[in-house]
Nanobody, 122 residues
Framework: QVQLVESGGGLVQAGGSLRLSCTASGGTFSTYAMAWFRQAPGKEREFVAAIGRSGSTYATDSVKGRFAISRDNAKNTVSLQMNSLKPEDTAVYFC????????????????WGQGTQVTVSS
């Protein structure tokens, strides 16, 4: 079972940038597909971006061209670079891991971090 800890959230103005990081421990990081999800108040948790064991990536349409997911297997970290942030990006962002192929489905991830708050002001 891998443990995940997110960092890097905060308050930023619209148009600004933030970089989220997630550090994993307790497992063989390179064997996990990793993903970022987010949850806004009163809404369901939704997929943001994922990266596979080979480094292939995909993201939800609303963040394509603005967000980029990457991983560093030597440091057991996955990052989410968020540019051109919008108020609608405001949410708690969660890191997730699964010992299989990457997925955009919440229920297919067994390991979750505690989340980090991202607030984008207009």
């Amino acid at each position: 079972q891998v443990q995940l800890v997110e960092s890097g959230g905060g308050l930023v103005q619209a148009g600004g940038s933030l970089r989220l990081s997630c550090t994993a421990s307790g497992g063989t990081f390179s064997t996990y597909a990793m993903a970022w999800f987010r949850q806004a108040p009163g809404k369901e948790r939704e997929f943001v971006a994922a990266i596979g064991r080979s480094g292939s990536t995909y993201a939800t349409d609303s963040v394509k061209g603005r967000f980029a997911i990457s991983r560093d297997n030597a440091k057991n970290t996955v990052s989410l670079q968020m540019n051109s942030l919008k108020p609608e990006d405001t949410a708690v962002y969660f890191c997730a891991a699964r010992p299989s192929l990457m997925s955009g489905r919440v229920y297919e991830y067994q390991n979750w971090g505690q989340g980090t708050q991202v607030t984008v002001s207009s």
